[in-house]
Each structure stands twice: as C-alpha cells, then as structure tokens.
C-alpha cells in the first residue's frame, strides 16, 4: 500500500468524524505489518474531555482486534473536513503509539499544499518512555 492510499483511507474515516464541538475533522488510517489497515475518526462529547482523538480510536481498535505490529499511520484532519496543512498528532496520541511502534514507524501527513510528506515517529516523539527502555 502507497502512502497515498493509506491518506485516502484516513480521509475517508474523517468523514465519519463526531466533531459537533469543535467542527475540526480528523481521519487516521494504521497500517498493520500484515497489509491490514484500521481506521479511525475522532469522537467528541458534550464533556469535552472524553473526546477520543483519530489516532486512538484507529489505535484501540487494532488493538483490541489482536493487532499490535505496526509499521504506518496517515493523519489528515482540518476544520469541517477541510485540511489546511499538517495535522499532527496531539502529545497523548503519541504516547499511546509509542508503547507499539518503533523509532522508524512512518508518520504520513498532508502539507499546505495537500502534498503527502512522511516524517519517523522518532522525530515526534524521541526518547519516550515505553515497554522497551
Ligand atoms: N484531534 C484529533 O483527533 N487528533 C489529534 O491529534 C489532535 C486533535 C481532535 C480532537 C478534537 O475532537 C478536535 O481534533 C479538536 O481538537
């Protein structure tokens, strides 16, 4: 699967987005060791703080499925669905990926101009406090 199709898998679920709070839509799309790919959206609540992000609803889902080796996500979110640059993801998304992935893992984004650019997990998050050190 190319970059660009696991971001069209993320735009997708960011259609299905629950954001009447914010109206910022987020999309993820992980990509498994095994080619199987588990999307997510984010769903807001009336209690703002129980808001899940994309990525963690991608991520439990994978989970709680069995899956645990990943190699790839694709983020793209924006307001009403309409993405304006990169949507990266929030500091406790990063903390739940790093207890699965690796330094190498691919982060796919979208750039101002609607480019897909990758980035290693290892430069959003380095040093993190996981299973393995
Ligand atoms: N959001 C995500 O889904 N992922 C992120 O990494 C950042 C933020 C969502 C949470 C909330 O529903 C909306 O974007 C605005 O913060």
């Known amino acids: 699967m190319t970059h660009e199709e696991l971001m069209k898998a993320a735009e997708n679920a960011m259609q299905l987005a629950y954001a009447p709070y914010s109206n910022f839509k987020v999309g993820a799309a992980l990509l498994c060791g095994d080619g199987t790919v588990f999307t997510g959206c984010n769903v807001e609540n ?7 992000c994309a990525e ?18 694709a983020i793209v979110g924006g307001p009403d669905g309409v993405s304006a640059g990169p949507c990266y993801p929030c500091g406790t ?15 796919c984004l979208k750039d101002d101009a609607g480019t897909v650019f990758v980035c290693k997990f290892n430069e959003l998050l380095p040093n993190s406090f996981n299973l393995h050190n």
């Open 93 to 107: 998304c990063r903390q739940a990926l790093a207890e699965f992935v690796k330094p190498d893992f691919e982060v």
């Open 46 to 52: 009336a209690s703002y703080g129980v808001t899940n």
């Open 56 to 73: 963690r609803t991608a991520l439990f889902k994978a989970v709680s499925e069995g899956h645990t080796d990943f190699v790839a996500i």
